[in-house]
């Protein structure tokens, strides 16, 4: 049984499954080891609220095309509260953060996305605007989910120092709300799955891979830094 729900997971557990390697990798990495323990430097942490705080708005537009590919008001009604959580909620927490760290409305308005940043969310809209609801299912649940058991797997181990610093990070991406999240997106891919063929389940696999390298990607460039080349025409 699913540690999310009662239902019998089909499609999403194979997806995790063959994602595993990926997301042990992410839950290994020393950003996420040091949000647990505390160790991790204001410097990380920052780049890491300035480059999320723009892969949200590309991720509630992905949430919004949720709306208009969704098959019934239930779907709707989901993805609108999805867009809903996504704006108010988890920004505001990434609004509260910047605060603390001395980064402003403006500041943050004049962030610039880097290459991963970038890459990440070119495909999320991409897949959206060219895709089917299963499309963007698949393609947005390595973040939904793995966020949620990345902070379940804090709140397990987080030393004092890690919840004095993050545990409102690691509460809310723990938290039920983000539980709720992960029981209806993973319920959605579940229903698509069991109308799909081989092929187009082929299809759904490789993004589901491809955003979940981008998630382990993204905690790379948070950790190790990254920038643009510079320009040719540069003098």
């Given at each position: 049984?699913?540690?999310?729900g009662?239902?019998?997971?089909?499609?999403?557990?194979?997806?995790?499954?063959?994602?595993?390697?990926v997301w042990?990798a992410?839950?290994?990495?020393?950003f996420?080891?040091?949000l647990g323990?505390?160790?991790?430097?204001?410097e990380?942490?920052?780049?890491?609220?300035?480059?999320?705080?723009?892969?949200l708005?590309g991720?509630?537009?992905?949430?919004?095309?949720?709306?208009t590919?969704?098959?019934?008001?239930?779907?709707?009604?989901l993805?609108a509260?999805?867009?809903?959580?996504?704006?108010?909620?988890?920004?505001g927490?990434?609004?509260?953060?910047?605060?603390?760290?001395?980064i402003?409305?403006d500041?943050?308005?004049?962030?610039?996305?880097?290459?991963?940043?970038?890459?990440?969310?070119?495909?999320?809209?991409a897949t959206?605007?060219?895709g089917?609801?299963?499309?963007?299912?698949?393609v947005?649940?390595?973040?939904?989910?793995?966020y949620?058991?990345l902070?379940?797997?804090?709140d397990?181990?987080?030393?004092?120092e890690?919840?004095?610093?993050?545990?409102?990070?690691?509460?809310?991406y723990?938290g039920e709300?983000?539980?709720?999240?992960?029981?209806?997106?993973?319920?959605?891919?579940?229903?698509?799955?069991?109308?799909?063929?081989?092929?187009r389940?082929?299809a759904?696999?490789?993004?589901?891979?491809?955003?979940s390298?981008?998630?382990?990607?993204?905690?790379?460039?948070?950790?190790a830094?990254?920038?643009?080349?510079?320009?040719l025409?540069?003098?």
């Amino acid at each position: 049984m699913s540690q999310y729900g009662s239902r019998v997971s089909h499609l999403s557990e194979h997806l995790r499954e063959l994602a595993a390697p990926v997301w042990a990798a992410e839950r290994q990495h020393p950003f996420v080891r040091g949000l647990g323990d505390g160790t991790l430097s204001d410097e990380r942490f920052a780049r890491w609220l300035r480059q999320d705080y723009l892969f949200l708005q590309g991720f509630a537009r992905l949430y919004a095309y949720g709306v208009t590919r969704a098959r019934d008001l239930d779907g709707m009604e989901l993805f609108a509260r999805l867009v809903h959580e996504t704006l108010h909620v988890e920004m505001g927490l990434h609004r509260s953060y910047c605060a603390e760290h001395g980064i402003h409305g403006d500041e943050l308005a004049a962030e610039e996305p880097l290459p991963t940043t970038r890459a990440y969310v070119d495909l999320l809209v991409a897949t959206a605007a060219g895709g089917d609801l299963e499309d963007i299912a698949c393609v947005l649940l390595p973040c939904t989910w793995g966020y949620h058991e990345l902070g379940l797997a804090l709140d397990r181990t987080a030393t004092a120092e890690g919840r004095r610093r993050f545990g409102a990070w690691i509460a809310m991406y723990a938290g039920e709300e983000m539980a709720e999240a992960t029981r209806e997106v993973r319920d959605l891919v579940d229903r698509l799955g069991d109308e799909v063929g081989p092929e187009r389940r082929r299809a759904l696999e490789t993004l589901f891979l491809t955003a979940s390298r981008y998630e382990l990607r993204f905690w790379e460039m948070c950790w190790a830094g990254e920038a643009w080349p510079p320009s040719l025409t540069s003098t």
